[in-house]
């Protein structure tokens, strides 16, 4: 396989969702806890998100400043750091997110290198940016990100063998209709808002073609405190090949 070995993992409430107001219940923060334990069994490299979950949880929706170039970098990977401890991989097809350094510290996980997946939708002047911050970057894609391609440049590049996928709903989905997860991991808590304007763990964007169905095989159950659940499933038809979607 050329690729990284790749996992779903999520938090979700009892309902599939991952965000709202069920997330400040004393059973999510259990279910936090949880999330680190089991995220910290998988010994991953790296961890990768969308735009949004990025903006929301790191950056603060912080405008990157863009400066006019003379001479822009060749639209080339760039590799800023090859083995970092940890990474973290942002899905930014036009290159928006506003990244002021170029390594993350999340909970008790190592500092992680960042690394944006860029299309060819991104500006020479983003480009720019991130070179001037030493953040790393790759190309998968014209206009939609191509999950296959960046999977394997992720593990060619900076030797990522396992990949955490966590989020949100589009991104999740993207790497599951491309077949390319292997592990669907929830941490599920006992608790719901009722909520009908937050994400749920898979989501298609609108402007994608309709697709059969993903099936799962359930692998382990196992119950922690404030009856959270750890699920894991495997994939049943992850050999579906679907055409590239991210945006």
């Not at 405008?63 to 990977?77: A, N, Q, S």
């Not at 996980?109 to 070179?131: C, F, G, M, N, Q």
């Not at 206009?143 to 709903?169: N, P, Q, R």
Request: proline share 3%.
């Amino acid at each position: 396989m050329n690729r990284p070995k790749i996992i779903c993992h999520m938090l979700t409430s009892i309902n599939g969702k991952i965000s709202g107001d069920y997330m400040s219940s004393k059973y999510a923060i259990t279910g936090s806890e949880v999330y680190e334990t089991t995220n910290d069994s998988y010994h991953s490299q790296a961890w990768l998100c969308g735009r949004v979950t990025m903006e929301q949880n790191f950056t603060d929706f912080h405008k990157p400043e863009l400066k006019e170039i003379e001479t822009p970098y060749p639209r080339t990977d760039y590799v800023a750091q090859a083995k970092a401890e940890m990474y973290i991989v942002s899905a930014d097809p036009s290159g928006k997110v506003g990244w002021t350094e170029n390594t993350v510290k999340y909970e008790n996980r190592p500092e992680a290198h960042i690394i944006e997946i860029l299309t060819d939708k991104a500006s020479d002047e983003y480009v720019t940016y991130l070179r001037e911050r030493q953040i790393s970057y790759i190309f998968a894609g014209k206009e939609l990100i191509d999950c296959t391609l960046a999977s394997e440049k992720l593990l060619a590049l900076f030797g990522i063998e396992t990949l955490m996928v966590s989020g949100g709903g589009y991104i999740n989905w993207s790497f599951l209709q491309e077949g390319l997860v292997d592990e669907v991991s929830i941490i599920m808590t006992p608790a719901t808002d009722g909520r009908t304007d937050t994400n749920t763990i898979f989501e298609k964007a609108n402007h994608l073609p309709e697709i059969v169905s993903v099936g799962f095989k359930l692998k382990s159950v196992d119950i922690f405190e404030e009856d959270t659940l750890w699920l894991r499933y495997n994939v049943v038809n992850k050999d579906i090949k679907r055409s590239q979607t991210y945006e």
